[in-house]
């Protein structure tokens, strides 16, 4: 304007229009105590008022009257100091009121109140684009501080439900409504509380029912994780709940890092739980992954042992799984049955990877063994002992390195496969004798130890005869996969029309002991697959009992299989695998004993005076196994009454190292 041009803006005066609603809201908005400002006010909390009594989307005739009043605030420069201000107080108390309505009205369900803000923040958000607003995100921290961090409470209280029904969607969206407030610390604290507190419940029920003791029903809601199935269920259990969660991770969390780690300290928790329990299991598991089955899908197989060693990373008690691990691996190979040799050692490099190769240096001497016994088997063939190996009689022999292999109990184990001898080499103790070896079969022993003492002099082999296994073929046309102890009683009835046999001339001609001959004749006799005839018949209430006085005679045919070769597999007492079990868990103990004193030495020699809690906490840092604060004060007892280590004079609570 000309007036603007040639007055205003040469003295910097305001323009006319500014001018003009300056003076209008000096004179006329704020005259007279302020009442048309307070009447405009009113007409916007009647408009927002209007606004939120309705359920859907305000009409296009609100948002034009919250348009046209905040439109003349802007312009008359009240929309910062006055209008803003005076929707942000509405906001809070209008919402607060309508928030506990909404939670009395629905009973304070997380579902229905998580629908209702949703509903709230996409009105809100609507009028506040009608009203642009200078304060606009001072209204928008308000609702959400109103309806959503003053009842947090109500929308964690839903998170558990979420959590176990595997609700990705409501879980997103509590995630999102609490991070817009900067209360997804407590959502965390939540997701990992709940994880811990299902994975300790799966852990230590199994471990309950392993224990053989009684375990209450799961009360209310159960998922798939609460009923497993399989022979090791606390492992299968664990890889379904993991599997939940980190689909939870990724779905509802999207792989948010506070989440990942409350999700990584739960499961440490869980594992850990009840001590070595988890770490034995999953080695058990494992094996039943390995062991030779008639189909096997490579890629689900090797996903399956990624998966485990997830689960593994979290136990402390490494070192048991390694044991168990080793000892099972050992069965496998002397029992023919690994189902794939490369999945074996992908395995063992997966633990070389996680643990080192000192680790795994004893399962490399494992595999190099069985590929060494796989050369002798084929130079042995190719000798001329082989040429005076007694008629219809084939001997495979693997030799171990005894340095390398567990010693493996010699009790009653499920053996079968190719017909195997197992020899130790470098060891002179003298093998427990199973029972009474025919001739034939000690003239084959005979011959292979001569071959082998051409190979490898100075070397002498001790025969582990309670892990050989024994190929028969039958008058019926089949061909029977059986433990030595079950061949040798077998082998007793090679004549078929000989007279039945009692126990007491079954003892009598085998040698076994009488405990284990009952078990292998119940294993022979009254199985599933019942090769001899039991005489009195075995009765379903007894489980087919053997008494002294029982005869048996062979079948004459087994139509009822179908198979040409199959297995009848031996019968293990429960308390000879719990010995097993107890004999690892003992070995294991006793490493570990072993492993802290020379900790304590190795510290102690380079430091030479420290602190008690000093030196506890230098060598929980050396060792690999979770160190007892008990264990470690009996070792520094013991370090101590040997005269390695002594009490400084002056202060009581500090050691020194005794060159």
Known sequence: MYLDRTYALPRHERPLYDLGLHLFAEHVMLAHQ?????????????????????????SSEIKSQLAGTAALFRALHLDAPVLSPHVVREARQTLARAAATELAVQMSDPAAYLDW????????????????????????????????????????????????????????????????????????????????EQGCAIVEREAAK??????????????????PTGTVPMIEALLVFKQHVDDLVVAAFRSHADVQNAVKT?????????????????????????????????????????????????????DTFEAFYKQLLAKRLLLGRVTSMDAEKSMVARLRAERGVQSTEALDKMFADVELSDQLAKAFKDSRFAAQMPGGYDLSVIVCQSSAWPTLTTTVSALHGKAKGNGHDDDKS??????????????????????YATQY????????????????????????????????????????????????????????????????????????????????????????????????TPVAKLDQVKKYRFRIPQIIPREVQQQDDEHTHEQVAEDRSLALQAA???VMKARKVLPYQSLLNEVISQ?????????????????????????????????????
């Open 34 to 58: 302020y009442q048309l400002r307070n009447r405009a006010l009113a007409a916007v909390d009647r408009a927002l008022a209007s606004a939120r009594d309705l359920e859907s989307v305000p």
């Open 117 to 196: 803000i949703d509903a709230v923040l996409d009105r809100e958000k609507v009028l506040a684009e009608s009203m642009a607003l200078a304060g606009a995100a001072d209204v928008d921290a308000a609702v959400r501080n109103v309806v959503i961090a003053q009842h947090a409470d109500v929308l964690l209280a839903g998170v558990p439900a979420w959590l176990l029904d595997g609700d990705a969607t409501a879980l997103a969206r509590v995630m999102d409504r609490l991070a817009s407030v900067n209360l997804l610390a407590p959502l965390v604290d939540q997701v990992g509380a709940w994880i811990a």
């Open 210 to 227: 392993a224990r053989g003791a009684a375990v209450p029903a799961i009360a209310g809601r159960q998922a798939a994780w609460h009923n």
């Open 266 to 318: 739960a499961l440490h928790k869980a594992m850990n739980v009840v001590k070595n329990k988890p770490a034995e299991c999953m080695a058990k598991y494992v094996d039943e992954q390995l062991r030779s089955r008639r189909t096997v899908d490579e890629a689900r197989l090797e996903q399956t042992l990624d998966q485990v060693l997830h689960l593994f990373r979290h136990v402390d008690a490494k």
């Open 430 to 451: 003298a093998p427990k004798p199973i029972g009474r070896l025919p001739e034939f079969m000690t003239r084959g022993i005979d011959l292979f130890s001569q071959f």
């Open 457 to 552: 002099s100075g070397r002498q082999l001790a025969w582990q005869h309670d892990m050989d296994q024994v190929t028969l073929k039958t008058s019926f046309g089949k061909e029977l996969d059986v433990a030595l102890v079950q061949a040798l009683v077998l082998l007793e009835f090679a004549d078929m029309n000989a007279p039945p046999l009692s126990f007491t001339e079954l003892h009598a001609r085998t040698g076994i002991e009488p405990a284990e001959l009952k078990r292998t004749l119940q294993s022979l006799a009254c199985g599933k697959v019942r090769v001899l005839k039991k005489s009195p018949p075995p009765a379903r209430e007894s489980g087919g009992e053997i008494a002294d006085t029982d005869t048996f």
């Open 600 to 602: 304590i030495v190795r």
């Open 623 to 659: 060792c690999k196994f979770p160190v007892e604060a008990s264990k470690f004060k009996l070792q520094i007892e013991d370090l101590t009454e040997r005269e390695f280590l002594e009490r400084d004079k002056d202060q009581h609570n500090v050691y020194r190292y005794v060159a």
